[in-house]
């Protein structure tokens, strides 16, 4: 199973997603975690970090992501400070990067 995830650190953010095993049918859901390290900062730093990437997320992983993956976003110190518009980028380049974008015809 390890050598089906995949990994892309952008910028602003790290991305890991792997295809949950369970998960054979295309309306399977898509599970999301959050995390920011001490590398990023004091508790407030991290929190706003974490906001940040869930707000992300919010936005764009129902519409952009494949059904039945998992994924996790790990905040980086630009994280904090990013402008929202690159963050954006990141998460879209590293969705195609990792091959967990949803496929548009």
Do not use: C, Y
């Not at 050598?3 to 054979?24: D, F, N, T, Y």
């Not at 940040?52 to 110190?77: Q, S, T």
């Not at 630009?78 to 195609?96: C, G, I, K, M």
Request: charged share 30%; proline share 7%.
């Amino acid at each position: 199973m390890a050598a089906l995830r995949r990994k892309w650190a952008a910028p602003g953010l790290i991305l890991q997603a792997a295809p949950r095993p369970e998960s054979e049918t295309a309306e399977a859901e898509i599970r999301i975690g959050f995390t920011a390290s001490r590398k990023v900062g004091n508790a407030v730093k991290r929190n706003r970090a974490r906001r940040r990437l869930k707000a992300l997320a919010a936005e764009m992983i129902p519409h952009g992501a494949n059904p039945g993956l998992d994924l996790v976003l790990i905040a980086r110190p630009a994280t904090v400070d990013r402008p929202f518009d690159e963050l954006r980028r990141d998460l879209q380049q590293s969705l195609n990067r990792t091959k967990a974008a949803r496929k548009t015809h």
